[in-house]
């Protein structure tokens, strides 16, 4: 059996309790459009080959996610202004213990936020630094 030489992600679902509201919240912070409905997801495409694609659950509570964002440095203080004006706090770290602070990890800038459903987002300019 032969295997991929690269193997990427293409989508993945992120649960919200109304999907159209967190897909259009994260597509104004970053600067991006929320796509047609696709069957039972509202997407969101990164750009890169990959979408998140909004699937309503409201069954039962959200499970609280992380998401983190590789952002392009010249764009970062105009997400860091889009937060600010919609009225949401973002952190210096993922613990949400510095607010109104972001971080210079690797050598690039960062902060972390909340959607309306509670999943931790992340915008960084720098990849982390892996061993």
């Not at 105009?78 to 050598?107: Q, S």
Request: charged share 20%; net charge negative; proline share 9%.
């Amino acid at each position: 059996m032969s295997l991929p030489t690269s193997v990427q992600l293409n989508h993945t679902a992120v649960y919200a309790t109304d999907r159209r509201l967190s897909a259009e919240f994260l597509a104004a912070i970053l600067g991006l459009e929320v796509g047609a409905p696709f069957g039972p997801f509202v997407p969101v495409d990164l750009g890169n080959g990959v979408t998140l694609d909004y699937y309503e659950k409201r069954d039962e509570p959200i499970q609280p996610q992380h998401y983190a964002f590789l952002v392009p440095d010249e764009q970062f203080d105009t997400m860091i202004g889009r937060l600010e004006l919609a009225g949401v706090t973002y952190y210096a770290d993922p613990y949400h213990k510095e607010p109104g602070r972001t971080n210079h990890l690797f050598g690039g800038r960062g902060a972390y936020f909340e959607d309306p459903d509670g999943h931790n987002m992340e915008i960084m300019t720098r990849p982390y630094a892996r061993p």
